[in-house]
């Protein structure tokens, strides 16, 4: 079966920079969507960056946009998250995700439009 494996997490103070990598294994079917996520204590979890893989076009929230970059090495089948200019309102566990669904998606960046999730790496912002 597939799994999504995180890692890179750690702590960093404002202003560092940090980049997460999600490896894609097992038996993974095609994903059209994919994405990042991430949930603070006590918060639900938010969508920070997707990714349609028939074109390429990807989708970022509001709070990261100019900060994070999605990008994917498909050869590898693994997905990265640099995060720079990092906020500590940006700490929080950050999850992968994937979708093998090809359908119109009401949204890009909400969690119940995507069925594959990692376990999540903790990034933690003083």
């Known amino acids: 079966h597939v799994q999504l494996v995180e890692s890179g997490g750690g702590s960093v103070q404002a202003g560092g920079s940090l980049r997460l990598s999600c490896d894609v294994t097992?038996?993974?079917?095609?994903?059209?969507?994919m994405a990042w996520f991430r949930q603070a204590p006590g918060r639900e979890r938010e969508g920070v960056a997707s990714?349609?893989?028939?074109?390429?076009?990807?989708y970022y929230d509001d709070s990261v946009k100019g900060r994070f970059t999605f990008s994917r090495n498909y050869a590898t089948n693994t997905l990265y998250l640099q995060m720079n200019s990092l906020q500590p309102e940006d700490t929080a566990m950050y999850y992968c995700?994937?979708?093998?669904?090809?359908?119109?998606?009401?949204?890009?960046?909400?969690?119940?439009?995507?069925?594959?999730w990692g376990q999540g790496t903790q990034v933690t912002v003083s």
């Open positions: 990714m349609y893989s028939g074109g390429g076009s990807l």
């Open positions: 995700a994937g979708d093998s669904q090809q359908k119109v998606r009401r949204s890009w960046l909400a969690a119940y439009e995507y069925g594959d």
């Open positions: 097992g038996r993974s079917p095609h994903y059209y969507a």
